[in-house]
């Protein structure tokens, strides 16, 4: 299997496609930057001016992106929390504003699912992917564009979703989460846009991270399979496009999803546990005429 994510080096030396200084003055907040995609994002924005504000639930991952972060020059402030609990996002956008004054963009990373047949999920693993990825992304959403209609500034917010529009067979749960953050994200654009508010959503496809080792050995084998370019995204694919929507260039975009997924969304294996005979084999039809 070949290494998953980028090393630490890596991220604060990989070309990036925009200037050195395209961020100054502005401040983010990143959710779930202490690994994979989300840390990708948050060394990006920090290497390009920003000052951070970076979130997840252990302390030690957010350790790693602070020293990270330090070494590009940004300034930063890690806070430990969950997103599923809505008064610690409140203190959180509090904690933001007595660091830097507010942010001026959010990143809603944070997120995750364990594969399993829809049949067998039991309330609580259901409900532990919808709070984290829709509840927990909500809560951030409402506290961020409070402050910002409070400071009269505008913001931008991206939300980190997945390819769902033809349904992701062994991972139900957070595709009917993440469908619901991309209806509440184009809702909330409407709603939004006399605050000054952009809101968009990015939908990776399979990009070669370490939270992928939450999938068996035979998944991730056959995940080239799900795209036309027949391999892994990387994490700077999806944070430079994070930059675009978050930052100038994405000024006049909002309510958008932008899949970053070599064309998973038209074309590629979609199953994350093993398939039943039924769609490896010809079957008879048990209730044939029904
Ligand atoms: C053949 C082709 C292959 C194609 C493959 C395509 C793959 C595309 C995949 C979809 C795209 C997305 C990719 C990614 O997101 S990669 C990043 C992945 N990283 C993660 O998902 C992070 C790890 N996951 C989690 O942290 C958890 O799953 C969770 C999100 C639920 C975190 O919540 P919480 O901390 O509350 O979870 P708990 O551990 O306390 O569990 C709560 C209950 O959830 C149930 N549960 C949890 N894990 C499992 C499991 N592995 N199996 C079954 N049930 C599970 C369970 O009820 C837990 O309660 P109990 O502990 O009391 O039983
Ligand atoms: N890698 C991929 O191919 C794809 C990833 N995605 C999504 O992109 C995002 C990043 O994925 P990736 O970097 O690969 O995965 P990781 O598992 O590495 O990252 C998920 C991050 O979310 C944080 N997190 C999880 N639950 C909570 C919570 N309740 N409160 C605060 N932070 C939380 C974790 O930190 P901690 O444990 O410290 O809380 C972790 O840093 C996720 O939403 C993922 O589902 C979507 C499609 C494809």
């Known amino acids: 299997m070949e290494r998953f994510g980028y090393s630490d080096d ?6 990036l496609s925009y200037r050195a200084d395209l961020l100054a003055g502005r401040a983010a907040l990143v959710s ?4 994979g995609i989300g840390k990708a994002i948050a060394v990006t924005l920090g ?6 504000v ?4 252990k302390p030690e991952k957010l350790e790693a992106t602070e020293a990270l972060l330090k070494r590009a020059g940004a300034e930063v402030l890690p806070h430990a929390l969950s997103i599923r ?3 610690a996002v409140a203190g959180l956008l509090d904690a ?3 660091r830097f004054g507010g942010i001026d963009m959010l990143v809603n990373n944070a997120g995750g699912q364990f594969p399993q047949a829809a049949i067998d999920f039991s309330p609580k693993g259901f409900n532990a992917v919808v709070d984290t990825n829709l509840s927990g992304t909500w809560y951030m959403m409402q506290a961020a564009a409070r402050q910002w209609r409070d400071r009269s500034a505008p913001g931008a917010i991206v939300n980190i979703v997945a390819v769902v529009g033809r349904g992701m067979p062994g991972v139900a749960h957070t595709c009917a989460a993440r469908a619901g953050v ?4 184009k809702t909330v654009a409407t709603e939004w846009a006399p605050l000054g508010i952009r809101v ?8 070669a991270t370490e939270g992928m080792n939450v999938y068996p050995d035979e998944a991730r084998r056959a995940m080239p399979d799900t795209n036309l370019m027949r391999r892994f995204g990387t994490a700077l694919d999806v944070a430079e496009l994070v930059v675009h929507l978050a930052g100038p260039a994405g000024n006049f975009i909002t309510g958008e999803v932008v899949h970053v997924d070599g064309g998973n969304q038209i074309w590629g294996d979609q199953w994350t546990i093993p398939r039943p005979d039924w769609y490896t084999t010809p079957q008879e039809s048990p209730f044939p005429g029904r």
Not at 32 to 35: E, L
Not at 182 to 185: P, V
Not at 200 to 207: E, L, S, Y
């Open 200 to 207: 968009n959503c990015v939908a990776p496809g399979i990009i």
């Open 47 to 52: 290497r390009l001016g920003a000052r951070l």
């Open 85 to 87: 609990d809505p008064e």
């Open 54 to 57: 970076i979130c997840g639930r």
């Open 182 to 185: 991309i209806a509440l994200s």
């Open 32 to 35: 779930g930057a202490g690994t």
């Open 10 to 15: 890596e991220l604060l030396t990989l070309p």
């Open 96 to 98: 933001a504003k007595a």
